[in-house]
């Protein structure tokens, strides 16, 4: 019996050992990462950099470059998602436009750059002037009548039809990840699964090409949430620059959280509401570092957006309001019901969206996405059309209904009548009864209400790039916004009534219908997502003051108490779970009393679970146990009957070992005897070379007793981000549980179909 | 041989140990609570409360009041919190004044409130009123010359040293806990630590009232972080009135740390930064449910502090500031080098703090803290009077060093020579020439801030409650002002330099030197605690702009850079290392290469593991092992030869099954045999009844292997909340690691004194 190893020398042994061969640490395409082998991974490339850093001034330079790689590429985030944002706000403006006619003296103007250039404008026509012509105007030279306007009505909806078709095409040619709002993937990534090219440079530059398609098509749609994966691209982008950052997934997942957080900074101008809602929403781990690159990202995405200027007005906000009274207590009754309306309505909606999903992907309906995607634009231009509060941008609509009526305010909205004897101050208006433009534009609006309420359901979950902000803060601003002129009427000519003798005394300017439909709208953007600080930090972002914190606070509360009476998912959360995600969410709460034996397999009457022995097998019964079995990963242990546990060694790293010594190093054949321990077996004289397979074994693996509750697994699984989990007992090895065992696990405790659960 | 349990029936012994015996769960005091036993009894807690919900009417009510329980302590929180921080403002105001003199129509008014029922005052003597009289006014009648500067001068003096003694002997008979800012200790607390009466009822009187008094003696301390202490002691009393908060230790943490999000909210009248101070600064676990709670208490605790009103100015925030020019990018050199000041300063104080801190530990100077205090009173006392910037109360010092010079500020730093010429808009003056008053202010400026640089150092760590935001915010104005009038002047009479020249014409306003002691503020306070978000967002919630995030961003992160290089401890976690408590920092990246088994116990050498077996142990062996060990817990194994892990039972439950048993369960003798398996082992007929435990030990003990990398362990400790963690071999038990352990282990890689970790 001579030693075997002896034949090629310990050190050429040792030096291919030492040396890693390629792919060894990369994972699969859908599956899920081991976070705290990144981390260790991570650690351990630091200390390499550290020590060298001292051997010379170069290795010093570049470990500082190192140290400050983070900064840059957050910087680099920071100043892509913004100019994105700009551009795609300028090119939405402008094919808005489009849509209703064209500026003759430079066709790339929208309608408000064409006619700032016009020198006969005066405040009140600011909308009007020569140089823009409608489509009537420039077809058939006529502005006014039946014809100009079937005319004008036609074109809307050819231009709609030619902008959806565009986006359609584009994204199933090109990028079929780019669809949806991106969100439920982003949750599911950052929370450390694998989906290879739904953060690649090509949905990079279709989702921001095609977004502009599709808000430009009139569709009740957003571009907030798939800017949020837009940025994540530019995250993906340009983490891919530095080593740190590509070779590792947990590290680049801190920079997608970092970049999640610079979109929604970008969406709405809120660059504090963004890291709030990547923290509460979207990200999974979150150390403090991340927190404050997050914000430094977020930061210079909102300032590079503000130099850009889409709006034209010098405001970071998308929404900028500024009322000019404070709140009364007794509105809080309104608030509260407005509250409630959003926690019905989100709950509804993620109901009938979820069905009519469901439907999509079970039934014939799914094959043709081009098909879906024409109607339902067809539907939405012609009903569109004809009212004006749906003909316009959605975001325009907010806007206007957020704002006050000031005294120059031209709006339908603010048509009060007036009182010819008052002298007119710029603000503090008091409130004055509604004039016929007001009873107008309510009917309008109560259409245009029950027609997004209704479209959108249909809308989301297409196949093109589709957020849910915006047409969830419409629905809400406009109930808000009636509810609001509703009680200002009625305390204006109710001023005697004891619940507003108070603080309405006539000629006093007491309710704020935009402060209605600014509360309406955070209502039901919380019953949809069911967030709640970060909502009410963007809010209170976009209007800049303390003082409506609490009327927002208290309809955000309402509505997510009430919507979750329906459901404890938000849509993103039932977006994943109706696409089987393999999703462990931190909000979850497990309760159940079950056992990590439960749920660990093999279960009984299964065969025994696949392990390796530390020695005596062959080259041959790894590659059989591979090829028989799919699991990720076997246990080692000391030997069958044993079962003491040493380590755990990962299906991909086992092929790749295998295949790599087979080519590299000479004498290793089928018959090679594997193992895993220190030293080589005693082996015969006359048999083959041994494979040393220690150093992808991970001698540390992750044990539990088999009487350890589900609950401290679940809390162990998603605090430490593991893979798997082995079960002992009393030293000896029972079973593994893995991350999919879990979520069936919790999905059959939530009498829900655990084979959803789809991906490993 | 037969069934010993037989004797008193199984019925019989299954009730003594299904009923929970007194004290179990608890812990004693200066011991480290294990988070997750503490979150697995709640959720038992809650599956009761959820099963027998469905039984009565009577008991779902229950549940609903349960679930609401925790909206309730918040509410209360914010209440009091609010309350006290209301009433403390309104008595710091008026001892402040009682320095100097006293009201005559009143005595319990303060200097403005006499002023203000002055009928006689005009804008600018509003300080001036016939009922305000100073006490050389009062007792000898007259108001100028030398011998009525030295009576005030005196007064002042002895008003001082009266109340510091007062304050200085109500902590030392009374409060002992109540010294410092707490915020040390709180930190240690709420990471899973127990010191008994430190959030207690006294602890909370003692602090708000000798707050006022130490706050009025004039001393170089501020009110922010005690406030912090005082929020959290409402929080601990009104979870004692709920059994879910005040039975699990683990959730009486949530509360707590909500608590001091409001502490945070009312000190600064910054809501959403008391979160994020508690998020980033203070808490250890914070799940998102807490999140949500805090922002709750911040803001009932802020508008009830609000509806208080105790600045007279409806406003919420500490010092209110509206700035009417925007900064420009030529300005971030003068905000960078006031970052690099901020981190210099914080560097320097926290070493020479701790310095003197450590000396009043180990010499004599500890011994008489009540001369400590008087002595450091007389000295600030003589040092400031002669001082206007000093002798004021620090926070109106920081509120006027804040301010922009409008054009109503009758400010010695508005002293600027005017252009006769110009008519008076209210905002928007041009920079001016400096008068001979800004220069004055200028010396006097530079004196304070000599002066407060140095008395701080030796303040902070008295036995009197002290905090530290206001003084290093005060240091940080002082040098800002001084930097911004400097560069408002160079630009006056420089206007044709190249910096200048884009951006400052003549006649234009474009230096802000408020903005500039604002910027100062955030980079000391940024220094000495290491805050980098919350700050910011502290900040901006006092500016209530977007605008100024660049220049206090730049500011705060230059100035955490400059003093992490100089050691990257906070003041927090200096002072918490020099007091030794035992707290694992999830901020510390461990990043050495060492393995579980080079901390484990027992080390080489060593005697080995204190352990139980299953079976076959008498009463009296674990008495005995008890009373030879002090060790928290022992593991229990199947016998001495296997070391097989079974699971782990904590001493204090050890002693206290065995004391009852002996008390309540017949036959249970010395030389019962304990036993920890399902089925009593087999004992010969005429053995006593044995004693069975199982129910005591945990039989899912936390096992790492050998081989696991010490940064794993340091991980799952922080992350799980471990207070031990056994180390096994391929299945066999070989040492244990405490939470202890680990921090020594971290002290000694980090070169410094593992001895200095003192508690359990």
């Known amino acids: 019996?001579?030693?075997?190893?002896?034949?090629?020398?310990?050190?050429?042994?040792?030096?291919?050992?030492?040396?890693?061969?390629?792919?060894?640490?990369?994972?699969?395409?859908?599956?899920?990462?081991?976070?705290?082998?990144?981390?260790?991974?991570?650690?351990?490339?630091?200390?390499?950099?550290?020590?060298?850093?001292?051997?010379?001034?170069?290795?010093?330079?570049?470990?500082?470059?190192?140290?400050?790689?983070?900064?840059?590429?957050?910087?680099?985030?920071?100043?892509l998602a913004g100019t994105l944002a700009g551009v795609i706000d300028l090119a939405v403006d402008w094919m808005t436009d489009l849509k209703e006619g064209v500026c003759l003296s430079a066709f790339w103007y929208s309608h408000e750059q064409c006619c700032w250039t016009s020198n006969e404008t005066t405040f009140e026509d600011r909308d009007r002037c020569p140089q823009w012509q409608t489509w009537s105007e420039l077809l058939v030279n006529r502005s006014e009548g039946a014809s100009a306007y079937v005319l004008n009505y036609l074109m809307y909806i050819l231009w709609a039809l030619l902008f959806a078709f565009l986006a359609v095409s584009l994204v199933r040619v090109f990028a079929p990840y780019a669809c949806g709002s991106g969100i439920p993937e982003i949750k599911t990534i950052l929370s450390g699964f694998i989906i290879r090219g739904y953060l690649g440079k090509w949905t990079?530059?279709?989702?921001?090409?095609?977004?502009?398609?599709?808000?430009?098509?009139?569709?009740?749609?957003?571009?907030?949430?798939?800017?949020?994966?837009?940025?994540?691209?530019?995250g993906n982008l340009f983490s891919g620059l530095f080593s740190k950052y590509s070779r590792n997934e947990g590290k680049r997942r801190e920079v997608l959280s970092a970049a999640a957080a610079a979109g929604v900074s970008v969406a709405f101008g809120a660059p504090i509401g963004g890291v709030l809602f990547s923290l509460e929403e979207v990200s999974y781990y979150f150390p403090l570092k991340t927190l404050w690159r997050s914000f430094f990202a977020a930061?210079?995405?909102?300032?590079?957006?503000?130099?850009?200027?889409?709006?034209?007005?010098?405001?970071?906000v998308l929404f900028y309001v500024e009322y000019h009274t404070p709140w009364y207590m007794a509105e809080l009754l309104p608030f509260i019901l407005l509250g409630v309306f959003g926690g019905l309505w989100g709950a509804l909606f993620i109901r009938g969206n979820i069905a009519w999903c469901r439907r999509r992907k079970t039934t014939r309906l799914g094959r043709y996405p081009v098909l879906e995607v024409l109607a339902v634009t067809a539907v939405t231009a012609v009903a569109a059309y004809p009212?004006?509060?749906?003909?316009?941008?959605?975001?325009?609509?907010?806007?206007?209904?957020?704002?006050?009526?000031?005294?120059?305010?031209?709006?339908?909205?603010?048509?009060?009548?007036?009182?010819?004897?008052?002298?007119?101050?710029?603000?503090?208006?008091?409130?004055?009864?509604?004039?016929?433009?007001?009873?107008?534009?309510?009917?309008?609006?109560?259409?245009?209400?029950?027609?997004?309420?209704?479209?959108?359901?249909?809308?989301?979950?297409?196949?093109?790039?589709?957020?849910?902000?915006?047409?969830?803060?419409?629905?809400?601003?406009?109930?808000?916004?009636?509810?609001?002129?509703?009680?200002?009427?009625?305390?204006?000519?109710?001023?005697?009534?004891?619940?507003?003798?108070n603080w309405c005394r006539p000629g006093a300017d007491c309710v704020t219908p935009g402060?209605?439909?600014?509360?309406?709208?955070?209502?039901?953007?919380?019953?949809?997502?069911?967030?709640?600080?970060?909502?009410?930090?963007?809010?209170?972002?976009?209007?800049?003051?303390?003082?409506?914190?609490?009327?927002?606070?208290?309809?955000?509360?309402?509505?997510?108490?009430?919507?979750?009476?329906?459901?404890?998912?938000?849509?993103?959360?039932?977006?994943?779970?109706?696409?089987?995600?393999?999703?462990?969410?931190?909000?979850?709460?497990?309760?159940?009393?079950?056992?990590?034996?439960?749920?660990?397999?093999?279960?009984?009457?299964?065969?025994?679970?696949?392990?390796?022995?530390?020695?005596?097998?062959?080259?041959?019964?790894?590659?059989?146990?591979?090829?028989d079995t799919d699991y990720n990963g076997f246990p080692v242990v000391v030997s069958r009957d044993s079962e003491r546990l040493i380590g755990f060694a990962q299906r991909r790293e086992l092929i790749l070992a295998?295949?790599?010594?087979?080519?590299?190093?000479?004498?290793?054949?089928?018959?090679?005897?594997?193992?895993?321990?220190?030293?080589?077996?005693?082996?015969?004289?006359?048999?083959p070379q041994p494979l040393k397979l220690r150093r992808i074994v991970n001698l540390s693996p992750f044990t539990v007793t088999d009487h350890t509750p589900m609950e401290t697994v679940v809390d162990i699984f998603r605090k430490l981000g593991l893979r798997q989990c082995l079960v002992t007992r009393s030293g000896r090895l029972l079973g593994i549980i893995t991350k999919k065992d879990v979520l069936r696990h919790m999905a059959q405790m939530a009498n829900q179909d655990p084979e959803s659960i789809m991906f490993n």
Not at 299 to 316: H, K, M, Q
Not at 659 to 687: C, H, I, M, W
Request: proline share 5%; aromatic share 8%.
């Open 299 to 316: 930061l210079v995405a909102a300032f590079t957006l503000r130099s850009i200027n889409p709006f034209g007005n010098s405001r970071l």
């Open 658 to 687: 295998i295949k790599n010594a087979r080519q590299r190093q000479d004498g290793v054949v089928s018959s090679s005897v594997t193992y895993f321990t220190e030293e080589p077996p005693e082996l015969p004289a006359n048999s």
């Open 387 to 501: 009212n004006p509060y749906t003909r316009r941008s959605t975001s325009e609509l907010i806007s206007e209904l957020f704002n006050d009526c000031g005294a120059l305010a031209s709006s339908q909205l603010c048509d009060y009548v007036s009182d010819p004897n008052m002298t007119r101050p710029l603000d503090d208006i008091p409130d004055r009864p509604a004039g016929r433009g007001v009873y107008t534009a309510m009917w309008q609006l109560a259409l245009a209400l029950v027609f997004k309420v209704v479209i959108t359901v249909f809308t989301f979950g297409m196949k093109i790039p589709s957020g849910l902000f915006i047409p969830s803060m419409a629905v809400g601003a406009m109930a808000g916004r009636m509810v609001g002129v509703g009680v200002e009427q009625l305390a204006y000519h109710h001023h005697d009534w004891i619940v507003f003798r």
């Open 1 to 79: 019996v001579v030693h075997a190893g002896a034949m090629s020398g310990p050190g050429n042994l040792m030096d291919f050992l030492d040396e890693p061969f390629p792919d060894v640490g990369t994972y699969e395409d859908f599956h899920t990462i081991d976070w705290l082998r990144e981390k260790s991974r991570d650690t351990d490339r630091h200390r390499k950099i550290t020590s060298r850093s001292r051997e010379s001034v170069w290795e010093f330079v570049k470990s500082l470059l190192d140290a400050w790689s983070g900064w840059a590429v957050m910087l680099l985030i920071g100043l």
């Open 204 to 234: 990079l530059l279709i989702k921001t090409v095609t977004l502009v398609l599709v808000v430009s098509s009139g569709l009740s749609l957003g571009k907030e949430g798939p800017l949020v994966h837009v940025a994540c691209c530019c």
């Open 515 to 627: 402060l209605y439909a600014m509360v309406g709208a955070a209502a039901c953007l919380g019953g949809v997502t069911r967030m709640t600080v970060s909502l009410v930090v963007i809010m209170f972002e976009l209007t800049g003051g303390l003082e409506y914190i609490v009327p927002l606070m208290a309809a955000a509360v309402t509505s997510k108490w009430v919507a979750d009476a329906f459901g404890k998912e938000g849509i993103y959360e039932a977006h994943i779970h109706l696409n089987g995600y393999p999703f462990l969410d931190v909000k979850d709460e497990f309760t159940h009393r079950t056992l990590a034996t439960d749920v660990m397999r093999p279960r009984r009457g299964e065969p025994p679970l696949s392990v390796l022995t530390q020695d005596g097998m062959t080259v041959e019964d790894v590659e059989a146990l591979i090829k």
